[in-house]
């Protein structure tokens, strides 16, 4: 798709990235650097949080920075320089998941797997539920249960929700992203809390266990 | 969910929820929200749920970058492209050879079809002469017949030898290879550097009038061309060839009567009897030396005649006589042969004629040898009269000489030379050359008439008889009628010896 010089300009003025990229096009090793340093942060927890090990995040963070280093010379501003670098991100984390998934390594409970059922909600479900008790959860724990939540949603629900909640994109920059139309963007989000809701909420409510149903004391 | 609405109705209403507390609606449809929020107990508490389970993500875990990890991507870059480099200069001589080949291939193909486009857009008026050379060369000779069959008909009409010996003033065989040269591509062009100026003028002349014809007849001609050379060597190309050469030596009128002919055979009848009717005028024409021969002779009798008959002779007539006037005595003479007198004059006048004009001659009734002979005198007198005329000749002057004094025969010929060529013919007819002193010195024994058996040597100097037409290039056919200037396209009507 060619990018207009009004679009190209646009973006060189508003974006401080998109003129540091511009300076990486032109070989400046310091500018990929400040870049690395700017977003190594938000891209390693994307990693993280996206294929759920901490493990592998960092070696697929750096192969985003090395296929943005790689696409320098080809790169023209025609959009934010954080949605160009997070479609190389959707991308290289998709491959990994489906490397993942190809070789039965998804672990979606993390170390509580042996505990959970074939579908990853209804273990999710389970843990929140029935192994941690009322009021004792500590808030390391209740990031553990927020993190089974969010893996037990679908892969792209996940790259939406986590664009949206972390990377504060607007449908639109998500959809750029991901491939979509704004419109199916906000019908994958709303599933997407629909169903964090449906595991999250009776126990950050009452604490009790959906699975049962019954009501706290 | 625990109400009656539908499925349907619940997703969209969570989609409009939860695109209300992403910031994403518009304001109107903010406005819906927060009204149904205000109303709807239900509506209120979904989107708190939906809310706060936003809000628990905040407690997922942030994993935290080693400070290494900066570090390592940089080494991990720096890697890459130092292998991208090397990779890079390794492929450098082929790619640069690659681009080079590139380069000049593109430059190549550009220049190629650049060239291609310009000779479509412009075709080369060269290469367009050589290749329709033969049609454009012989353009008058393929436009007077439709059929090559007609050289065949016109070889069995004129029989041999077919044509008068001076309508080749160069050999049949030098004619015949320039056919060749022409009609052979690879030759062609060495054909054309060899043209003179005047000739490659001529040449241009005959590509315009190509040109200016339609593009069928065009087709034919060079259909035609193609069919007469495929005959061969034989017969029908030297009838070709001469025909040729005789058609170049006939008024454009009369090439225009024969293109009109309506089938092969008339055409070759009507170039037959043109044929024999010019080798006849030719015969009789006599150069301007057999002309002072021919009153020389007219002179020696006229001076026995007063000898001998003075008493009887009228006293005017004895002025005239008396005046040594050669255009007077010569008007005499023309008036006393009307009247039939002076029988006796035409035995001496005979000892001065040429074989060929006595062979015609002797074919004549009297009465047609008479008004040749008349022709001859008035002719002489013309010459007589404009003796010694002197200095610059003006265009009008020669002019009147052209129109009014010389006769069609030495008018066409004239025409069939090259235009400064024929001027200044006509100049020197104009002038008379040195009439008067022949008048009165008598006959030149040189020029008297040889031994029968021994052929007439004819002086080519200016003025004198020569062959109709001999093979020139002119400055285009139209020329041919156009005496002195383009504009006097009209001649006047030639007058007959004895309406003078």
């Known amino acids: 798709m060619s990018i207009s010089d009004s679009t190209a300009q646009r973006y060189t003025a508003h974006d401080p990235d998109v003129r540091l990229m511009l300076q990486v096009r032109d070989d400046d090793a310091q500018a990929f650097e400040e870049l690395v340093g700017r977003y190594q942060q938000r891209l390693v927890s994307l990693m993280t949080r996206l294929v759920g090990r901490r493990d592998m995040a960092d070696d697929l963070a750096q192969d985003v920075f090395l296929r943005v280093y790689r696409a320098r010379h080809r790169y023209v501003p025609g959009s934010k320089f954080s949605t160009w670098m997070y479609t190389i991100a959707h991308n290289v984390a998709a491959n990994a998941l489906r490397g993942l998934a190809r070789r039965r390594e998804v672990n979606l409970v993390g170390r509580t797997s042996g505990e959970q059922g074939a579908d990853p909600m209804d273990g999710a479900a389970l843990a929140a539920s029935g192994l941690m008790p009322t009021r004792q959860l500590e808030k390391a724990e209740l990031g553990e249960v927020v993190k089974m939540a969010v893996m037990a949603l679908s892969e792209r629900q996940r790259m939406a929700v986590l664009l949206n909640k972390f990377e504060h994109m607007s449908y639109e920059e998500i959809a750029q992203v991901m491939e979509l139309t704004p419109s199916a963007v906000k019908s994958l989000l709303s599933r997407a809390r629909a169903n964090l809701r449906e595991v999250l909420d009776p126990y950050l409510q009452q604490g009790t266990r959906v699975a049962e149903g019954t009501d706290p004391a | ?500």
């Open chain 2, 1 to 500: 969910m625990e109400n009656s609405s539908s499925p349907r109705d619940n997703s969209q209403r969570l989609e409009q929820i939860v695109a209300y507390l992403d910031g994403e609606l518009s304001p109107e449809e903010s406005a819906r929200v927060e009204c149904q929020l205000a109303s709807d107990e239900k509506y209120r508490q979904d989107l708190q749920s939906i809310d706060r389970t936003w809000a628990a993500l905040d407690q997922l875990p942030a994993p935290v970058v080693g400070v290494g990890f900066s570090k390592t991507t940089m080494e991990l870059v720096v890697g890459d492209a130092v292998g991208e480099v090397h990779a890079r200069t390794q492929a450098l001589p082929m790619k640069r050879r690659r681009r080079t080949l590139a380069t000049v291939l593109m430059f190549g193909t550009c220049a190629l079809l650049g060239m291609l486009m310009f000779r479509m857009i412009n075709r080369d008026p060269n290469q367009r002469l050589i290749a329709d050379l033969p049609a454009i060369h012989y353009v008058d000779l393929y436009t007077q017949f439709e059929d090559p069959d007609f050289l065949r008909v016109l070889e069995k009409t004129m029989g041999k030898p077919p044509w008068d010996s001076d309508t080749l003033a160069t050999p049949l065989q030098q004619h015949l290879e320039q056919y060749k040269l022409v009609s052979t591509a690879e030759t062609r062009g060495d054909w054309l550097e060899g043209l003179a100026p005047e000739e490659k003028s001529a040449l241009r002349a005959k590509y315009n009038h190509f040109y200016g014809l339609s593009t069928a007849e065009r087709k034919r001609l060079r259909g035609l061309h193609r069919e007469v050379a495929e005959m061969g060597d034989g017969a029908p190309l030297a009838t070709l060839v001469q025909y040729h050469q005789w058609l170049k030596g006939l008024p454009a009128s009369e090439q225009y009567e024969l293109r009109q002919q309506p089938t092969a055979q008339d055409r070759a009848r009507e170039v037959k009897l043109l044929v024999e009717a010019k080798g006849r005028a030719a015969a009789l024409e006599l150069s301007d030396d057999q002309l002072h021969d021919l009153v020389a002779a007219v002179s020696k009798h006229v001076k026995q005649e007063l000898r001998k008959r003075g008493r009887e002779l009228s006293d005017r007539e004895r002025r005239v006589l008396n005046n040594q006037d050669p255009a007077q005595v010569l008007g005499w003479v023309f008036r006393s042969m009307k009247q039939h007198k002076m029988q006796d004059l035409r035995q001496d006048m005979l000892q001065v004629l040429p074989n060929e004009a006595l062979a015609e001659l002797k074919k004549m009734s009297r009465q047609e040898f008479q008004r040749q002979v008349q022709n001859w005198l008035m002719q002489a007198r013309v010459l007589v009269a404009t003796r010694g005329r002197q200095g610059e000749v003006t265009e009008e002057q020669l002019e009147e000489t052209f129109a009014e004094e010389l006769q069609g025969a030495t008018q066409e010929r004239l025409l069939a030379l090259p235009r400064e060529e024929m001027r200044e013919q006509l100049k020197g007819i104009y002038r008379g050359s040195d009439w008067q002193d022949r008048w009165r010195q008598g006959p030149d024994p040189s020029h008297l008439r040889p031994a029968p058996g021994r052929p007439v040597e004819r002086d080519r100097r200016r003025g004198d008889r020569r062959p109709p037409a001999p093979p020139r290039f002119r400055e285009g056919r139209d020329e041919r009628n156009r005496p002195l200037h383009e504009e006097d396209q009209s001649r006047p009507h030639r007058p007959l010896p004895e309406d003078r």
